[in-house]
């Protein structure tokens, strides 16, 4: 027992030797694995949108696009490709290519100058070429013309959308768009201020086929003021707008921020009181939210009409 129990030690020894010749490798292993604290932050996995700043003095955002979708489409034994991103739009001129566009609605100061600026951006060629799908045409999708009709009214199921393809735009060597971010609208809901922001983080050269994507962009609204703050003397103060309330709370970005620079404009008045001499038409919507008119033109002949649309959330 005693021989078994001196070879037990030895055996103990030589492990233990070997344990701490291991310990004296372990600071050449990566500092990884040394501090766990030193990794590089991890990208988001989901594309998003969030809100780093809104105050008087302007409103900052982050743009995280890690990746996109890719659908193939045959026209006319031309293979085309659609790009898509989960939770964006997609932009809307006619016969240009189509591209993933993130929306955001943010309500502004009254008084405010405001001044679009790029603050950050980490963007790379991806590898793949691709021949991208261009905007297609809204169009009337008229019922068949029915005898018992009167020549002026005509039957629509609603808009169809048509393969159209600007041959300029894809024979322009550049990439599309050309602007990063850029302010498509502006407006009041009630007494709230607000501006339609478009971020743009995927572009297109149709030429060279080739794909820019920027996995994360940061912008800014600049404010500036001519005097004073953030609302003109007199006529600052949160004010709730009623039915609207639920519906500027859903679309604004920073809702909690811009309560804080509404301002009554002028007083409300009657839609009576406008005694409008035009004919005036009130539409009916099946599902709440913010609604786009549209009058295209089916031929030179036709009357008068109006496509509405129900924007994208986003």
Same mark, same amino acid.
């Given at each position: 027992?005693?021989?078994?129990?001196?070879?037990?030690?030895?055996?103990?020894?030589?492990?233990?030797?070997?344990?701490?010749?291991?310990?004296?490798?372990?600071?050449?292993?990566?500092?990884?694995?040394?501090?766990?604290?030193?990794?590089?932050?991890?990208?988001?996995?989901?594309?998003?949108?969030?809100?780093?700043?809104?105050?008087?003095?302007?409103?900052?955002?982050?743009?995280?696009?890690?990746?996109?979708?890719?659908?193939?489409? #045959? =026209?006319?034994?031309?293979?085309?490709?659609?790009?898509?991103?989960?939770?964006?739009?997609?932009?809307?001129?006619?016969?240009?290519?189509?591209?993933?566009?993130?929306?955001?609605?943010?309500?502004?100061?009254?008084?405010? #100058?405001?001044?679009?600026?790029?603050?950050?951006?980490?963007?790379?060629?991806?590898?793949?070429?691709?021949?991208?799908?261009?905007?297609?045409?809204? =169009?009337?999708? @008229?019922?068949?013309?029915?005898?018992?009709?009167?020549?002026?009214?005509?039957?629509?199921?609603?808009?169809?959308?048509?393969?159209?393809?600007?041959?300029?735009?894809?024979?322009?060597?550049?990439?599309?768009?050309?602007?990063?971010?850029?302010?498509?609208?502006?407006?009041?809901?009630?007494?709230?201020?607000?501006?339609?922001?478009?971020?743009?983080?995927? #572009?297109?050269?149709?030429?060279?086929?080739?794909?820019?994507?920027?996995?994360?962009?940061?912008?800014?609204?600049?404010?500036?003021?001519?005097?004073?703050?953030?609302?003109?003397?007199?006529?600052?103060?949160?004010?709730?707008?009623?039915?609207? @309330?639920?519906?500027?709370?859903?679309?604004?970005?920073?809702?909690?921020?811009?309560?804080?620079?509404?301002? #009554?404009?002028?007083?409300?008045?009657?839609?009576?009181?406008?005694?409008?001499?035009?004919?005036?038409?009130?539409?009916? =919507?099946?599902?709440?939210?913010?609604?786009?008119?549209?009058?295209?033109?089916?031929?030179?002949?036709?009357?008068?009409?109006?496509?509405?649309?129900?924007?994208?959330?986003?």
């Amino acid at each position: 027992m005693r021989k078994m129990s001196l070879v037990g030690k030895t055996v103990m020894l030589c492990l233990s030797a070997s344990l701490f010749a291991m310990a004296l490798v372990v600071p050449n292993a990566p500092s990884t694995l040394a501090a766990p604290a030193m990794k590089s932050p991890i990208a988001p996995v989901e594309p998003h949108l969030r809100l780093i700043r809104s105050d008087a003095k302007g409103i900052v955002l982050e743009l995280h696009t890690p990746t996109y979708q890719v659908e193939e489409k #045959q =026209v006319e034994g031309t293979a085309y490709h659609l790009l898509s991103v989960a939770g964006y739009a997609l932009t809307a001129e006619v016969g240009r290519p189509q591209l993933p566009v993130k929306m955001a609605m943010l309500g502004v100061p009254v008084n405010a #100058q405001i001044e679009l600026r790029i603050l950050e951006s980490d963007h790379s060629i991806v590898p793949e070429k691709y021949n991208v799908y261009p905007a297609p045409q809204a =169009v009337a999708d @008229e019922l068949p013309f029915d005898e018992g009709m009167m020549d002026d009214v005509r039957r629509y199921r609603g808009v169809k959308l048509v393969f159209a393809k600007d041959r300029d735009a894809y024979s322009t060597d550049a990439f599309y768009p050309s602007e990063l971010a850029r302010m498509n609208s502006s407006g009041f809901i009630r007494d709230q201020r607000f501006v339609q922001l478009a971020l743009h983080p995927l #572009q297109y050269n149709p030429v060279t086929r080739q794909l820019s994507l920027y996995r994360k962009m940061k912008v800014e609204l600049r404010f500036t003021y001519e005097e004073g703050g953030p609302s003109p003397p007199g006529v600052s103060g949160v004010e709730a707008e009623g039915a609207f @309330e639920n519906l500027l709370g859903k679309a604004l970005l920073n809702y909690e921020s811009a309560r804080d620079w509404r301002a #009554q404009r002028t007083p409300r008045i009657h839609p009576k009181a406008f005694g409008l001499q035009e004919p005036s038409y009130k539409v009916a =919507v099946n599902q709440d939210g913010i609604y786009q008119l549209a009058t295209p033109t089916t031929r030179a002949s036709a009357s008068p009409w109006i496509v509405l649309t129900l924007a994208p959330s986003n």
